[in-house]
C-alpha cells in the first residue's frame, strides 16, 4: 500500500506512470505490502484462471519463488529505470525513496530486482 500521495497520470517513458505529489526525502518508505489488501497468488493457480485475467497478471503482476504479487493500490503504474529513484525488493517487501524525489516526479523502479527474468511465456 502506498504511503505517499500519488497520482496517474501521462508519462514521458511509456503509457502512463505513477508520480508523487509531494516531494520524498532519500530513505522514506514508499510503500509496503499490506496483507489482505495486498495479493499473493501461487503460479500454478494463475495457469487456471481465465485467459483475461492471466493477462491482467502479465500486465500487473510480479512474479517471484513461484508466487505472483499484485499491489491493490496504484504501484502498478510505476515504470522501469535502469536508474530508479525508487528502490525495491522482491515480494513483500517495503520500498524506499533511492535518493531526494521532488514533489511532481515520476516514481521510477527497476523490474529486473523484483522480478522474475523467467516470466515470459509463462502466462
Same mark, same amino acid.
Given at each position: 500500500m502506498l504511503l505517499i500521495p500519488t497520482e496517474v497520470r501521462? =508519462?514521458?517513458?511509456?503509457? $502512463?506512470?505513477?508520480?508523487?505529489?509531494?516531494? $520524498?526525502?532519500?530513505?522514506?518508505?514508499?510503500?509496503?505490502? $499490506?496483507?489482505?489488501?495486498?495479493?499473493?497468488?501461487?503460479q500454478a493457480k494463475i495457469?487456471?484462471?481465465?485467459?483475461? !485475467?492471466?493477462?491482467?497478471?502479465?500486465?500487473?503482476? =510480479?512474479l517471484g519463488k513461484g508466487t505472483y504479487y499484485v499491489d491493490v493500490d496504484n504501484t502498478r503504474f510505476m515504470n522501469h529505470s535502469n536508474n530508479p529513484n525508487v528502490r525495491t525488493g522482491q515480494g513483500k517487501s517495503p520500498m524506499f525513496a533511492s535518493r531526494d524525489i521532488p514533489k511532481g516526479a515520476e516514481l521510477l523502479c527497476n523490474y529486473r530486482v523484483f522480478d522474475?527474468? =523467467?516470466?515470459?511465456? !509463462?502466462?
Open positions: 501521462k =508519462s514521458p517513458i511509456h503509457g $502512463v506512470g505513477l508520480f508523487t505529489l509531494k516531494a $520524498v526525502p532519500k530513505g522514506q518508505m514508499i510503500w509496503r505490502f $499490506v496483507e489482505g489488501l495486498d495479493l499473493t497468488v501461487p495457469r487456471t484462471l481465465h485467459p483475461t !485475467v492471466r493477462a491482467f497478471f502479465k500486465t500487473y503482476a =510480479s522474475a527474468p =523467467s516470466r515470459r511465456g !509463462v502466462l
